[in-house]
């Protein structure tokens, strides 16, 4: 049968009614304020709406069904559309603790809301693609990427994972699309032209929040991301939950699953990893932060109406992608200790591992749809192909130790396929 879905439709459509209405009020009010007297025709909320109609097709199976036409309208609305509004990105304290997550001049977000209602969370240019994460880089205080954001969406898709929101590239005027529609007071504050008489603006915060960490447009024009809002969590509501795998975040510490390579035997003893699908869906997280080369997921999120078994958001992912000649081998810690794996994500990565459909090809078609293409230099799509073949080899060290019965998880009710006919299992 159909997969369960994330939101009731009516409810959603007079819930986010209710929201168009709230801030048309607003806009209303800030132009009196301002004395703007020109007649402006409130904006309506429309059910056909791309952002809308993506948030109804969550379901149980993941963010989007496949090859979901929705997908594809949402990428070009986010690309086209005329922003309404512009403000900093302020991260919940539920989600993400203050310890860990800390507000700072390189973690530069701001939420941009459309014409038609929706929002998308925008991150500017920090790097150039052809730059590598220096050597001596803490992963914790790397840049973040609005190119890594593009190619793991596209990424996570290939992988026929879809627990990454839509994200595409767009060619933002600083100016009229951010500082002009802003009623954010601070926001506006932090707005300067720079000596070579282009546009840029910083983020306020406690530390490293200067002009000499800002972003500027060339001179108004900025590359960024966009990736799409998830439902409201009033709606929606997600839980945010440490992974067992997470990083120190100290000069010199290291968490024990560094040290042990016992650790998954401990993990599979506590609540929830031990039945069900959440140590899969961990190994399955892990596979897709080697591919990007992201060490930096302290946490992970899932939506609370699906349960313990429910599929784990792949969100912020702007730190992969950082070292094309680096394989962080670690990142691979839950495949290889737990040496566990869902019978569909192998079949999947053999398929990609085969020459006609060799990942780094499959990636770069795909990246080709981007308005920003090139997204990836060639030395990042090859080392895709490295990855996938380091995944695969730790897959055979597990089955050759335990063998197959033990490692793969039959989470499909279809038999195994021969190699030949792997092609009807994953497409």
Known sequence: ????????????????????????????????????TAPVAPLTLRPEASW??????ISRDGLYPRSSPVVDRLLRDMQDLATISAGWWLVPNVLFPPQVVKPSGVHLKLVLRFQDFGKAMFKPMRQKREE?????????????????????????RILDFRRVPPTVGRLINITKEILEVTKNEILQSVFFVSPASNVC???????????????CGNPHLLEGSLSAFLPSLNLAPRLSIPNPWIRSYSFDGKEEWEVNPLYCNTVREIYPYSNGNRLLNIVDM??????????????????????????????????GFGRHSHDEISILAPLSQCCIIKRTTLLRLQLLAEPEYQLSDV???SLLQDPLAPILTEPHLLALDRRLQLILKA????????????VVANDTTQPEAPASDRLKLTT
């Open 1 to 36: 049968g159909p997969a369960e879905l994330l939101l009731p439709a009516r409810e959603a459509l007079r819930y986010y009614r209710r929201k168009a209405a709230r801030w048309n009020r607003r806009h209303k009010l800030y132009r009196e304020e301002l004395n703007l």
């Open 52 to 57: 809308l109609q993506f948030h109804l097709g």
């Open 132 to 156: 590598e994460t220096p050597e001596d880089f803490f992963y914790f205080v790397d840049f973040q990427r609005h190119n890594a954001e593009i190619a793991a969406f596209h990424l996570d």
């Open 201 to 215: 603006f910083f983020a306020k915060c406690p530390y490293m929040c200067k002009t000499e960490y800002a972003v």
């Open 286 to 319: 892990a596979i897709f932060d080697f591919l990007i080369g992201n060490m930096d997921r302290h946490h992970y999120e899932m939506f609370t109406k699906f349960g313990d078994d429910g599929f784990l958001l792949h969100l912020d992912n702007a730190r």
């Open 363 to 365: 990636m770069r078609e």
């Open 395 to 406: 897959v055979r060290k597990c089955t050759d130790t335990y063998g197959e019965a033990k």
